[in-house]
């Protein structure tokens, strides 16, 4: 089936700084995207969501960029705290996939003091 | 306060054992699904159920069982069929089977004696 791919298994980050962690998808056809969080020994939390029509969604903090001509979906974090750290993971929709999500391997995301 | 429940926290399983995670949800959503989880690697599905009386197999089904008797409850059962049960099991729930945004509990551990 298909997959959703990272491009970094880990991110290395000082504190304050922006992060972006970038994410790869090779289905033309995914009409959906969402972000999720998660810390050690706890389930995905929900950050941000977007629609293929769409090429840009902010939230808190956060900022979704979705570039359909090279199949590409980052997540900007402003100003990273140390509360930050955790894996990130992205995942598609594909619409013949009975609204099945593809996730992605995850991103570690590493605050540095 | 509203949201998905998973228990145990952590399982230990012998050889030849079947056990049973447990996950109640009082979001009232429709959708249910059971997801397993293995280092550095993305969400697979097990099981996912429509509705009340309903489920459907996922990537993964193959050693699992899972029953929809209650809209709150959809717990997933590790028969001794499934030779490699350590993981990571994370319940989710969404309002609706087309709705893709899911509400996580926060996972049990399972691991071999």
């Known amino acids: 089936g298909e997959s959703v791919g990272l491009h970094l298994p880990t991110l290395s980050v000082q504190e304050g700084d922006n992060s972006i962690i970038n994410c790869a998808y090779s289905n033309s056809a995914s009409d959906y995207f969402i972000w999720y969080k998660q810390e050690s020994g706890k389930g995905p939390q929900f950050i941000i969501d977007i629609r293929s029509n769409m090429d840009k969604r902010q939230g808190q903090r956060v900022t979704v960029l979705l570039n359909k001509t090279v199949k590409h979906l980052s997540l900007q974090i402003a100003a990273t705290q140390p509360g930050d750290s955790a894996v990130y993971f992205c995942?598609?929709?594909?619409?013949?996939?009975?609204?099945?999500?593809?996730w992605g391997a995850g991103t570690k995301l590493i605050i540095k003091p | 306060d509203g949201g998905i429940t998973q228990s145990p926290k952590y399982l230990f399983r012998k050889e030849g054992q079947n056990v049973t995670l447990s996950c109640e949800q009082n979001l009232n959503h429709d959708a249910m699904y059971w997801y397993r989880q293995d280092p550095g690697q993305g969400l697979r599905l097990i099981y996912y159920?429509?509705?009340?009386?309903?489920?459907q197999k996922g990537d993964i089904a193959e050693g699992y069982s899972v029953s929809r008797e209650k809209k709150e409850s959809f717990p997933l059962t590790v028969t001794s069929a499934q030779k490699n049960p350590t993981a990571f099991y994370l319940c989710?729930?969404?309002?609706?089977?087309?709705?893709?945004?899911?509400?996580f509990g926060s996972g049990t551990q399972l691991s071999v004696l």
């Open positions: 159920s429509q509705i009340v009386n309903d489920f």
């Open positions: 995942a598609e929709n594909i619409p013949q996939s009975n609204y099945q999500l593809i």
């Open positions: 989710a729930s969404s309002i609706d089977r087309g709705n893709e945004k899911l509400f």
